[in-house]
């Protein structure tokens, strides 16, 4: 069992940043792909980004890649999702996530956060 706790959400102005934060029990951490994903009103959940378990490879949803940086510090158990150039359209309640095995971009994750809020206004 893996329990997630997300953090650094809020009300920003487009074009400011944030940096989502979220830590993660358990000792084998640095086992798991790390993934992020977003849920904006009568929307899917979505794709954002995700870092496989040692943090050498990332992977991006078109629409955040070159704003997004997802990083990772497994000795902290934490897994970082920085968000720069903020738009309108960011606004979504974000959700970390963390499975065994490749990193896939759909949602067949084992263990979910209960998600931080981020609201973006123009």
């Known amino acids: 069992q893996v329990q997630l706790v997300e953090s650094g959400g809020g009300l920003v102005q487009a074009g400011d940043s944030l940096r989502l934060s979220c830590a993660a029990s358990?000792?084998?951490?640095?086992?798991?792909?790390m993934g992020w994903f977003r849920q904006a009103p009568g929307k899917e959940r979505e794709f954002v980004s995700a870092?496989?378990?040692?943090?050498?490879?990332?992977y991006y949803a078109d629409s955040v890649k070159g704003r997004f940086t997802i990083s990772r510090d497994n000795a902290k158990n934490t897994v970082y999702l920085q968000m720069n150039s903020l738009k309108r359209e960011d606004t979504a309640v974000y959700y970390c996530?963390?499975?065994?095995?490749?990193?896939?971009?759909?949602?067949?994750?084992?263990?979910w956060g209960q998600g931080t809020q981020v609201t973006v206004s123009s």
């Open positions: 358990g000792r084998t951490f640095s086992v798991y792909v």
């Open positions: 996530a963390v499975k065994r095995g490749l990193v896939i971009k759909t949602s067949e994750y084992d263990y």
């Open positions: 870092i496989n378990s040692r943090g050498a490879s990332t």
